[in-house]
């Protein structure tokens, strides 16, 4: 997987990539990352970026040139027109799924705005995917492209050790995933729960499970819908509903 950060803090994106599980990828060649300073691609005499927007308003807009000839330089010496993702709060949401389809391309460019946004001519012109990483507002899109790049890496072969944790991990079957505990036994008063000291391999699935389902009832009842249960935990989510429902009217 090649990464081509389009960017204004080139800095911010290698010091953050270059670090932990992303870190080790670069450097055993299984992710390369570039960071393009589009700055280097404003041929003005104080390399402005930025001007006002036509028709007013708050703030300053990217100018589409640079960015345009920043990506160009891309696109010419990989040879092909690569996706392109522009991170914008006004994108579709990012989640898993995508993640996964995105990690199978073989060069990705992010296009990091700032100020008020980047003209829209450009944006027309280069961008295949517009993404947002949630419902909140980001002084500029760096933080929401290394969010992607750190979950599609994760799907990429070879990034993380054990390759099943990919998969088994939050998300996958859109639960979330069970708590877990090492030594010591206990610790502050409390105890690790007794069955998962049992040995007792297929008792410790069954308590993880129902602790994954607890856990996506609780706080992402959205997820709970799209899950895949059996009948019989259907029937369990249904039991710790109304038994919740009774906890609360005895209040
Ligand atoms: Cl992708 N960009 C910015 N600036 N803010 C955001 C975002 C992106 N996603 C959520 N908030």
């Known amino acids: 997987m090649n990464f081509h950060v389009l960017t204004l ?49 708050a703030g300053m807009l990217m100018q589409a040139e640079p960015v345009y000839l920043a990506y160009a330089s891309i696109a010419e010496r990989i040879g092909k027109k690569p996706r392109v993702v522009y991170l914008t709060p006004q994108g579709k949401v990012f989640n898993q799924e995508m993640a996964r389809e ?40 760096e933080l929401p492209a290394m969010v ?3 979950s599609i890496s994760r799907m990429v072969p070879g990034v993380l050790n054990n390759q099943e944790s990919g998969e088994t991990e939050s998300f996958a079957g859109n639960l979330l995933e069970y708590p877990q505990y090492s030594r010591p036994e206990e610790w502050h008063g409390k105890k690790v729960p007794e069955v998962l000291l049992s040995g007792h391999h297929e008792n410790v699935a069954k308590w993880r499970r129902e602790q994954s389902i607890l856990r996506t009832l609780k706080n992402r009842p959205d997820l709970l819908k799209k899950a895949d249960l059996t009948n ?20």
């Open 9 to 57: 803090f080139p800095e911010m994106i290698l010091q953050g990539m270059n670090t932990s599980i992303t870190g080790r990828a670069i450097a055993k060649g299984l992710l390369s990352l570039e960071a393009v300073n589009i700055r280097d691609f404003a041929f003005n005499k104080h390399q402005k970026v930025d001007d006002y927007p036509y028709g007013g308003g």
């Open 102 to 141: 995105l990690a199978l391309e073989e060069d990705l460019v992010f296009l990091c705005g700032h100020y008020e946004g980047i003209d829209e001519r450009v944006l027309e012109e280069i961008v295949t995917d517009q993404v947002s990483i949630g419902d909140y507002v980001l002084t500029g899109g």
């Open 148 to 150: 992607m790049m750190d």
């Open 232 to 251: 019989k935990e259907w029937n369990y989510v249904r039991q710790l509903k109304k038994q919740w429902k009774e906890e609360e009217e005895s209040l």
